[in-house]
C-alpha cells in the first residue's frame, strides 16, 4: 500500500491507498448535466498514463514526429501538455488540502479542472491535486505527478486475486442503472438508463472490435452482447455473410474452437492485464472488456417472475410488474471509441479505420453513440 505526500514539504496528503487499473470509464463525459458517482473505490488509486487537462496545443501546432512518439496515431483536436502520470483517487481518500477558490474553472455545477490543479496543500499551500465533481463527469481527484510522490507503508500486501477467483467472486456491473440528474424546480430527478460504465465499455471494445475485424463483417454472439456490439458493426463494417466470428471467452469458460477469429475477454480490474487464451485459439484476436461487464454478459440476470402478494394465492408467480428497461437502443461512448482507436490502436493508420474515425467524429453515424 501507499500514501501520496506533498513534494514540498513533506505532508502525507491520502489514506493508504491500493493500486488498481484506470476504468475506461475514466475520461467519460455522459449526458447533459447527469450526476456521476465516484470513479474510484475508496481505498485504491489508479495511474493514468496519458496526460490530462491543459495547457493545450491544437492538431496543427504538432510535429508529426512528435505526434507517433506520444503515441497518437490519427489527427485530433488537441493535445494535452500536462504531465501524464497522474494518480486517480476517489475524493473521500485525500487528505490535508483545501480548495483553491479561484480555480473554479468553467463549470456550471461542481469543479471541471478547467483551471488546472484546484486544491492546495495545507502546510505550504503548493497546488498538489484537482477535484472533479461537475455534472456528467466522474467525481475524482487527480494528484499532480511532478509535485506529488507516492511512498509504500506498512499494511498488508493482498496479492491480486487470481482469474479463478475473479470468475467466482468478481463485482458484476449491471447493465441498467438510475441517473440522477440535476434538479429544477422540483430538485433532484432520475431516470432509467444503461449503464455509461456499460457505454464506454463498448467504446473501448468496439474500436478494438473494428480493428480485429480487418475491415470484413463480424456476428458477435446473440443476446446482450449483439445489443452492445452487432448494431454498430453492421453499420460500420461492409454488408454481407459475416466472415469472421467473435465469441466470449474467458477463466471458467469452454476452450472457444480453432475456427473462432475474435474473443471478447476480460481485464483484470486489479492488474489491468487481458486475458489470453491456450489452445487452439491463442492466435484468435483479443477485444478487452471491463471484468464487471464481461461477468454479466456471459452469465445474464433473467427476469424471474416473484412471489405474488395480497389476495392471489401464494404459490402462484406473477410476472409483472416488467422490469425497468430503458426507452432506448444501446449505444456506445463516443468519446472512449474516439480515445481508444487514435491511441491505443495503431491500425487505424489503415485508410477503412480511418474513414470511420472521421465519420463518428463528424456525427456522420448517429444512433450509434453518444
Known amino acids: 500500500m501507499f500514501v501520496f505526500v506533498c513534494a514540498g514539504c513533506g505532508a502525507e496528503l491520502t489514506t493508504p491507498l491500493s493500486q488498481v487499473s484506470l476504468p475506461v470509464h475514466a475520461r467519460q463525459k455522459y449526458g447533459n448535466g447527469a450526476q456521476l458517482p465516484v470513479l474510484m473505490q475508496s481505498g485504491t488509486f489508479a495511474v493514468d498514463p496519458d496526460p490530462w487537462g491543459g495547457p493545450w496545443r491544437t492538431w496543427d501546432e504538432i510535429d508529426p514526429g512528435e505526434a507517433e512518439a506520444r503515441g497518437i496515431y490519427a489527427p485530433v483536436h488537441a493535445l494535452s501538455d500536462s504531465t501524464p502520470g497522474a494518480s486517480v483517487i476517489a475524493p473521500g481518500d485525500i487528505r490535508g488540502t483545501r480548495l483553491i477558490p479561484e480555480k473554479r474553472g468553467g463549470a456550471c455545477c461542481g469543479l471541471d479542472g478547467a483551471d488546472g490543479p484546484n486544491m492546495a496543500c495545507e502546510a505550504c499551500d503548493l497546488?498538489?491535486?484537482?477535484?472533479?465533481?461537475?455534472?456528467?463527469?466522474?467525481?475524482?481527484?487527480?494528484?499532480?505527478?511532478?509535485?506529488?510522490?507516492?511512498?509504500?507503508?506498512?499494511?498488508?500486501?493482498?496479492?491480486?486475486?487470481?482469474?479463478?477467483?475473479?470468475?467466482?467472486?468478481?463485482?458484476?456491473?449491471?447493465?441498467?442503472?438510475?441517473?440522477?440528474?440535476?434538479?429544477?424546480?422540483?430538485?433532484?430527478?432520475?431516470?432509467?438508463?444503461?449503464?455509461?460504465?456499460?457505454?464506454?465499455?463498448?467504446?473501448?471494445?468496439?474500436?478494438?472490435?473494428?480493428?480485429?475485424?480487418?475491415?470484413?463483417?463480424?456476428?458477435?454472439?446473440?443476446?446482450?452482447?449483439?445489443?452492445?456490439?452487432?448494431?454498430?458493426?453492421?453499420?460500420?463494417?461492409?454488408?454481407?455473410?459475416?466472415?469472421?466470428?467473435?465469441?466470449?471467452?474467458?477463466?471458467?469458460?469452454?476452450?472457444?474452437?480453432?475456427?473462432?477469429?475474435?474473443?471478447?475477454?476480460?481485464?483484470?480490474?486489479?492488474?489491468?492485464?487481458?486475458?489470453?487464451?491456450?489452445?487452439?485459439?491463442?492466435?484468435?484476436?483479443?477485444?478487452?472488456?471491463?471484468?464487471?461487464?464481461?461477468?454479466?454478459?456471459?452469465?445474464?440476470?433473467?427476469?424471474?417472475?416473484?412471489?405474488?402478494?395480497?389476495?392471489?394465492?401464494?404459490?402462484?408467480?406473477?410476472?409483472?410488474?416488467?422490469?425497468?428497461?430503458?426507452?432506448?437502443?444501446?449505444?456506445?461512448?463516443?468519446?472512449?471509441?474516439?480515445?481508444?482507436?487514435?491511441?491505443?490502436?495503431p491500425a487505424v493508420r489503415s485508410p477503412w479505420l480511418r474513414t470511420i474515425l472521421e465519420n463518428v467524429t463528424h456525427g456522420a453515424s448517429a444512433g450509434l453513440f453518444w
Not at 469472421?244 to 483484470?268: N, T, W, Y
Not at 487464451?277 to 472488456?289: D, M, N, R, T, Y
Request: hydrophobic letters at 40%; proline letters at 13%.
Open 127 to 345: 497546488p498538489v491535486a484537482t477535484r472533479v465533481d461537475d455534472c456528467s463527469l466522474w467525481q475524482a481527484v487527480r494528484l499532480s505527478p511532478d509535485v506529488v510522490h507516492r511512498v509504500p507503508v506498512d499494511g498488508t500486501h493482498a496479492a491480486p486475486l487470481s482469474w479463478a477467483e475473479l470468475a467466482e467472486e468478481g463485482e458484476e456491473t449491471p447493465p441498467f442503472e438510475p441517473i440522477a440528474t440535476w434538479g429544477g424546480r422540483s430538485g433532484s430527478n432520475h431516470y432509467w438508463s444503461w449503464s455509461p460504465r456499460w457505454e464506454a465499455a463498448a467504446g473501448h471494445a468496439l474500436a478494438h472490435l473494428l480493428a480485429a475485424s480487418e475491415g470484413q463483417p463480424v456476428k458477435v454472439p446473440d443476446g446482450l452482447t449483439a445489443d452492445m456490439f452487432q448494431r454498430a458493426v453492421d453499420a460500420l463494417l461492409p454488408v454481407g455473410t459475416p466472415k469472421r466470428r467473435a465469441v466470449l471467452a474467458g477463466p471458467g469458460r469452454p476452450s472457444p474452437d480453432a475456427g473462432v477469429d475474435i474473443l471478447l475477454v476480460p481485464v483484470h480490474p486489479q492488474t489491468g492485464q487481458t486475458w489470453t487464451p491456450v489452445g487452439p485459439s491463442a492466435s484468435a484476436c483479443l477485444v478487452p472488456l471491463p471484468m464487471g461487464v464481461w461477468l454479466w454478459l456471459v452469465s445474464p440476470h433473467p427476469y424471474v417472475p416473484v412471489p405474488a402478494s395480497g389476495r392471489i394465492p401464494q404459490d402462484v408467480l406473477r410476472d409483472d410488474p416488467l422490469p425497468l428497461l430503458p426507452h432506448y437502443l444501446f449505444r456506445a461512448d463516443r468519446g472512449t471509441f474516439q480515445h481508444t482507436l487514435v491511441r491505443l490502436l
